[in-house]
Nanobody, 127 residues
Framework: QVQLVESGGGLVQVGGSLRLSCVVS????????MAWFRQASGKEREFVAA????????KYADSVKGRFTISRDNAKNTVYLQMNSLKPEDTAVYYC????????????????????WGQGTQVTVSS
């Protein structure tokens, strides 16, 4: 059984930083691409960042490029999202997800590429 557990969310002021973590169990994460999505209240879930299975390739949504960094520690089966220069519009529930199949993901920002999701962690940025 594959499980993903996120942590690290919370309340932060504008311009602050947070680091989210996601621990994977039941699957060797080093074989799979992983990503972060987010969903703000009343909006659809949207892509934030993705990391290839070996971590050598990353992709970001334009809205977070230059502020967020996705990384992974495959020895710990963990993926991270370092979020700097946070803005009120970053307020959302952040979800960690792992690809359906091992290896390369064709469309990194597409939800259908990912098969398992965490329960989400709330990030609130106050102005």
């Amino acid at each position: 059984q594959v499980q993903l557990v996120e942590s690290g969310g919370g309340l932060v002021q504008v311009g602050g930083s947070l680091r989210l973590s996601c621990v994977v169990s039941g699957r060797t994460s080093s074989m799979y691409s992983m990503a972060w999505f987010r969903q703000a209240s009343g909006k659809e879930r949207e892509f934030v960042a993705a990391s290839s299975y070996r971590g050598g390739h990353t992709k970001y949504a334009d809205s977070v490029k230059g502020r967020f960094t996705i990384s992974r520690d495959n020895a710990k089966n963990t993926v991270y999202l370092q979020m700097n220069s946070l803005k009120p519009e970053d307020t959302a529930v952040y979800y960690c997800t792992i690809a359906r199949s091992p290896g390369v993901v064709a469309v990194e920002y597409a939800e259908y590429e990912y098969g398992y999701w965490g329960q989400g962690t709330q990030v609130t940025v106050s102005s």
